[in-house]
């Protein structure tokens, strides 16, 4: 076993341990806490990947930006130490049985595949000024990347106009 | 070097994490964070798949850059929905909203 | 002479040898990463009291006073002092708090501020770890704190914690969008996010050719430490102390180291990407790299020392209106502006990084800064004059002046 | 460059450590003795009223909403201007065009009264 593999199985147990606390804990705005661990989880695989612009960016955004969105929405939605119930017995039943059945299906699929076990190329050194030219190159990415900023814009008025204070 | 499939298997599972969430938590905001972390899982994949397959193309990156443009304007739409929700009818629980079903 | 010029690399070497003598390679890496890791922080705790220092000493200058004087000459051991009373006060928890959440969001808070250390330039070479998105690692993980400061305001159980929580984030991630906007055109004119590349690609300083983005990086910096004139944060005739409130001894003053170190880190930033890092003329024919980063550290942090003990306690909406309405649009023209300005430049054969250049560059940042600063004149022109008439309601007028009377003395009031 | 995420991790440890030696060390040699009235929420003086949770504006989500829009916009902002110097001239439009658009959002919320504290 090598260092990285041993830093990768601890990466991706406190990723997933903070995704399960997401889901379980009672108190919300623990589960939000149990978010951002499982994110930072998630950028430091990015950084294990050696992708370390969107680390960063997983980090500035998903950090930095929603999950500070869904504290807020979590503290406006009165969720100051409240309590929230999970379903009832049955609901839960069937979710987690469907569940577990998904990841059998999952895992089965990924370990029938045949994956390429050759140690993969290394990363060209510009590979950020790659995805810069990328992004507005008119044979990639150009349209996508306008499109997304007319999501974004549409996002914000939709979601303005929904939240705002009607008088 | 870490193999590709420890890398699947751990995104494979955050998914399943993300499902129960959604599925078992009668709250509006738990149910969006379970969302996130679905998303995230997929983006795992994508940039596992960008490191081993093809680290010489950018595709993986740049799509998990568009993953997070939707993961955040849906997270502001739904959170934008729930406050709404929140304020008209006090209450975030996913049972009483429905005013659609019918 | 290269123990003069860069001792930290020549007493690494020293420990790296030595360490080499009896512990395989992989060892001597993992021990020299925590050697740095340790020195880096302790240099940022040794930074914090420094910074206290200057900071009291320059306010009640300032103020006309002599500040600190007691311990040690000069009152230099004054922030000694201070660390021994925070270790010995009674540090009292509150019945109702969520304690977990409640110890960790001052660790959070402090930790955030020194992880940012790891990608400062202090030298050539002389950088904790040279990531290819150094500047943007700086913006990501100094976005953390205000994690911290959510969790200090929710876990406290205090309605003036959460209300000064919420106030303070809107107002970190508010100004969190102009200072990245115009750390995005030094990025663009150095080519690259590595902050050593950043230092390199400035044989004329950024300072002449983006002054516009210097000025909005030191203001939304200063409003992101939440230093006075936007001291929000801790307004104590407002809001009490904000999500401070519930916290005593030794965690109040993590929340405050971390302030200062955060402080320290943007005063870095600044002097990095801006004045040129470590560039300096030799001394006596040795270059001391450290030394000319370290002076520049300090002169932008008496800057702020200086904004701190000269200007008013500015009202939230003014703050806000300021960021959104000012410094926002503003950013984004920079933005086009430089990109455009350097296309025409190097059109006209003008090679980036020689003064021509610059001089164009500053011609065109010069002129954008004169159009926006009449363009708000004629704006708060124009709303003096719809106020006029309408004649404001007795109580309104009377209490913006009594807000900027007593402004001042609060904000001194450390 | 894993080298260096590898020391941005130990420095993060580090940082911890530093952060929480004063912490356990204050709580060995720091006096404890709280009573009902010091460990009370702390309202000026008055006596607490009500719990912790009181209305919040919605002002605060709307101006989430602006940043994230904005955020989001740095990060694509970021590869191109690394790129920058190796971009052709409709390139360096193309990425005006995005900031145009992104600025259209923060026209509207300007006109719509949003960026005003009520």
Same mark, same amino acid.
């Given at each position: 076993?090598?260092?990285?593999?041993?830093?990768?199985?601890?990466?991706?147990?406190?990723?997933?341990?903070?995704?399960?606390?997401?889901?379980?804990?009672?108190?919300?705005?623990?589960?939000?806490?149990?978010?951002?661990?499982?994110?930072?989880?998630?950028?430091?695989?990015?950084?294990?990947?050696?992708?370390?612009?969107?680390?960063?960016?997983?980090?500035?955004?998903?950090?930095?930006?929603?999950?500070?969105?869904?504290?807020?929405?979590?503290?406006?939605?009165?969720?100051?130490?409240?309590?929230?119930?999970?379903?009832?017995?049955?609901?839960?039943?069937?979710?987690?049985?469907?569940?577990?059945?998904?990841?059998?299906?999952?895992?089965?699929?990924?370990?029938?595949?045949?994956?390429?076990?050759?140690?993969?190329?290394?990363?060209?050194?510009?590979?950020?000024?790659?995805?810069?030219?990328?992004?507005?190159?008119?044979?990639?990415?150009?349209?996508?990347?306008?499109?997304?900023?007319?999501?974004?814009?549409?996002?914000?008025?939709?979601?303005?106009?929904?939240?705002?204070?009607?008088? | 070097?870490?193999?590709?499939?420890?890398?699947?298997?751990?995104?494979?599972?955050? !998914?399943?994490?993300?499902?129960?969430? &959604?599925? &078992?938590?009668?709250?509006?905001?738990?149910?969006?964070?379970?969302?996130?972390?679905?998303?995230?899982?997929?983006?795992?994949?994508?940039?596992?798949?960008?490191?081993?397959?093809?680290?010489?193309?950018?595709?993986?990156?740049? !799509?998990?850059?568009?993953? !997070?443009?939707?993961?955040?304007?849906?997270? &502001?739409?739904?959170?934008?929905?729930?406050?709404?929700?929140?304020?008209?009818?006090?209450?975030?629980?996913?049972?009483?909203?429905?005013?659609?079903?019918? | 002479?290269?123990?003069?010029?860069?001792?930290?690399?020549?007493?690494?070497?020293?420990?790296?040898?030595? %360490?080499?003598?009896?512990?395989?390679?992989?060892?001597?890496?993992?021990?020299?990463?925590?050697?740095?890791?340790?020195?880096?922080?302790?240099?940022?705790?040794?930074?914090?009291?420094?910074?206290?220092?200057?900071?009291?000493?320059?306010?009640?200058?300032?103020?006309?006073?002599?500040?600190?004087?007691?311990?040690?000459?000069?009152?230099?051991?004054?922030?000694?002092?201070?660390?021994?009373?925070?270790?010995?006060?009674?540090?009292?928890?509150?019945? $109702?708090?969520?304690?977990?959440?409640?110890?960790?969001?001052?660790?959070?808070?402090?930790?955030?501020?020194?992880?940012?250390?790891?990608?400062?330039?202090?030298?050539?070479?002389?950088?904790?770890?040279?990531?290819?998105?150094?500047?943007? @690692?700086?913006?990501?993980?100094?976005?953390?704190?205000?994690?911290?400061?959510?969790?200090?305001?929710?876990?406290?159980?205090?309605? @003036?914690?959460?209300?000064?929580? /919420?106030?303070?984030?809107?107002?970190?991630?508010? @100004?969190?969008?102009? $200072?990245?906007?115009?750390?995005?055109?030094?990025?663009?004119?150095?080519?690259?996010?590595?902050?050593?590349?950043?230092?390199?690609?400035?044989?004329?300083?950024?300072?002449?050719?983006?002054?516009?983005?210097?000025?909005?990086?030191?203001?939304?910096?200063?409003?992101?430490?939440?230093?006075?004139?936007?001291?929000?944060?801790?307004?104590?005739?407002?809001?009490?102390?904000?999500? $401070?409130?519930?916290?005593?001894?030794?965690?109040?003053? %993590?929340? /405050?180291?971390?302030?200062?170190?955060?402080?320290?880190?943007?005063?870095?930033?600044?002097?990095?990407?801006?004045?040129?890092?470590?560039?300096?003329?030799?001394?006596?024919?040795?270059?001391?790299? @450290?030394?000319? /980063?370290?002076?520049?550290?300090?002169?932008?942090?008496?800057?702020?020392?200086?904004?701190?003990?000269?200007?008013?306690?500015?009202?939230?909406?003014?703050?806000?209106?300021?960021?959104?309405? /000012?410094?926002?649009?503003?950013?984004?023209?920079?933005?086009?502006?430089?990109?455009?300005?350097?296309?025409?430049?190097?059109?006209?054969?003008?090679?980036?990084?020689?003064?021509?250049?610059?001089?164009?560059? %500053?011609?065109?940042?010069?002129?954008?800064?004169?159009?926006?600063?009449?363009?708000?004149?004629?704006?708060?022109?124009?709303?003096?004059?719809?106020?006029?008439?309408?004649?404001?309601?007795?109580?309104?007028?009377?209490?913006?002046?009594?807000?900027?009377?007593?402004?001042?003395?609060?904000?001194?009031? $450390? | 460059?894993?080298?260096?995420?590898?020391?941005?991790?130990?420095?993060?440890?580090?940082?911890?450590?530093?952060?929480?030696?004063?912490?356990?060390?204050?709580?060995?040699?720091?006096?404890?003795?709280?009573?009902?009235?010091?460990?009370?929420? +702390?309202?000026?003086?008055?006596?607490?009223?009500?719990?912790?949770?009181? #209305?919040?504006?919605? #002002? +605060?989500?709307? +101006?989430?909403?602006?940043?994230?829009?904005?955020?989001?916009?740095?990060?694509?902002?970021?590869?191109?201007?690394?790129? +920058?110097? #190796?971009?052709?001239?409709?390139?360096?439009?193309?990425?005006?065009?995005?900031?145009?658009?992104?600025?259209?959002?923060?026209?509207?919320?300007?006109?719509?009264?949003?960026?005003?504290?009520?």
């Amino acid at each position: 076993m090598t260092t990285l593999q041993v830093m990768f199985i601890l990466l991706g147990s406190i990723t997933l341990a903070g995704g399960l606390y997401t889901v379980t804990a009672r108190n919300l705005f623990h589960g939000a806490l149990g978010l951002i661990v499982a994110l930072a989880g998630v950028a430091a695989l990015y950084a294990l990947l050696e992708a370390s612009f969107l680390a960063a960016a997983q980090v500035a955004i998903y950090i930095g930006a929603i999950a500070i969105m869904i504290i807020f929405a979590v503290m406006l939605t009165r969720g100051v130490m409240g309590a929230y119930p999970v379903k009832d017995l049955w609901s839960l039943a069937v979710s987690s049985i469907g569940t577990v059945l998904l990841l059998a299906v999952l895992l089965v699929t990924l370990f029938r595949f045949n994956w390429p076990q050759t140690t993969p190329a290394a990363v060209p050194a510009d590979s950020i000024a790659q995805l810069g030219k990328a992004l507005v190159d008119p044979n990639l990415y150009v349209l996508p990347f306008e499109v997304a900023s007319v999501l974004l814009v549409a996002a914000l008025i939709g979601s303005a106009y929904i939240a705002r204070d009607k008088k | 070097m870490v193999p590709l499939t420890w890398y699947l298997v751990v995104a494979a599972v955050l !998914f399943c994490i993300g499902v129960f969430g &959604a599925l &078992a938590r009668r709250n509006a905001v738990a149910v969006l964070m379970s969302i996130e972390l679905m998303l995230n899982a997929v983006n795992i994949n994508l940039v596992a798949f960008w490191r081993y397959l093809e680290p010489d193309k950018i595709v993986g990156q740049a !799509f998990a850059a568009f993953v !997070f443009i939707v993961a955040a304007a849906g997270t &502001a739409v739904g959170l934008a929905l729930i406050i709404s929700v929140y304020r008209s009818r006090d209450t975030v629980d996913m049972e009483n909203v429905d005013l659609m079903k019918w | 002479m290269n123990v003069v010029n860069d001792p930290f690399t020549w007493a690494g070497n020293v420990i790296a040898q030595w %360490l080499g003598g009896f512990l395989p390679p992989v060892g001597v890496d993992v021990t020299m990463m925590v050697l740095r890791a340790g020195v880096l922080g302790v240099f940022a705790l040794v930074m914090f009291m420094v910074m206290t220092w200057i900071e009291r000493k320059g306010v009640a200058r300032i103020q006309d006073r002599i500040g600190p004087n007691r311990a040690g000459p000069f009152g230099l051991l004054q922030p000694i002092a201070d660390g021994v009373k925070a270790l010995t006060k009674e540090d009292i928890t509150p019945d $109702h708090v969520d304690r977990v959440v409640f110890n960790a969001a001052p660790i959070l808070s402090s930790v955030a501020a020194m992880i940012v250390f790891a990608a400062i330039p202090f030298g050539p070479g002389l950088i904790g770890a040279d990531m290819n998105i150094g500047i943007f @690692y700086i913006l990501a993980v100094g976005g953390l704190g205000i994690i911290a400061i959510l969790m200090a305001g929710w876990s406290s159980n205090n309605k @003036y914690a959460l209300l000064g929580a /919420f106030r303070v984030v809107a107002q970190l991630v508010s @100004y969190e969008i102009p $200072h990245v906007l115009s750390i995005v055109a030094v990025v663009m004119l150095a080519g690259s996010m590595s902050m050593i590349t950043i230092v390199e690609k400035q044989p004329v300083w950024f300072l002449f050719v983006l002054p516009v983005s210097a000025l909005i990086v030191l203001f939304s910096g200063m409003a992101e430490i939440g230093r006075s004139p936007f001291d929000l944060l801790d307004a104590e005739s407002e809001i009490i102390a904000g999500h $401070h409130i519930e916290y005593s001894g030794m965690k109040f003053a %993590l929340f /405050f180291l971390g302030e200062y170190v955060h402080a320290f880190a943007v005063s870095c930033i600044v002097a990095a990407l801006f004045l040129g890092g470590w560039r300096g003329p030799n001394i006596f024919g040795l270059t001391v790299p @450290y030394l000319w /980063f370290f002076i520049k550290a300090i002169l932008v942090f008496n800057v702020m020392v200086w904004a701190r003990g000269t200007l008013p306690r500015l009202r939230i909406d003014h703050l806000m209106a300021f960021n959104w309405k /000012f410094l926002v649009p503003l950013s984004l023209v920079n933005l086009i502006v430089v990109a455009v300005a350097d296309r025409l430049a190097q059109a006209g054969g003008l090679a980036a990084g020689t003064w021509p250049w610059a001089l164009v560059m %500053l011609v065109f940042n010069l002129a954008m800064l004169v159009v926006a600063l009449a363009l708000v004149g004629w704006a708060g022109q124009r709303a003096r004059r719809a106020a006029e008439p309408r004649e404001m309601p007795e109580v309104e007028t009377h209490d913006e002046a009594h807000d900027a009377e007593h402004a001042p003395i609060a904000a001194g009031a $450390h | 460059m894993l080298h260096d995420f590898a020391f941005v991790g130990v420095f993060f440890l580090v940082a911890i450590a530093l952060a929480g030696g004063p912490l356990i060390l204050a709580w060995l040699i720091r006096p404890a003795k709280p009573n009902p009235i010091k460990s009370s929420t +702390y309202e000026c003086g008055v006596e607490t009223f009500g719990d912790a949770w009181v #209305q919040f504006k919605v #002002q +605060y989500y709307v +101006y989430g909403l602006v940043f994230v829009v904005f955020d989001i916009e740095t990060i694509f902002l970021f590869p191109w201007a690394v790129a +920058y110097s #190796q971009l052709p001239l409709f390139a360096v439009l193309e990425m005006v065009l995005f900031i145009l658009i992104l600025t259209g959002a923060l026209v509207y919320a300007w006109r719509k009264g949003d960026l005003e504290w009520v």
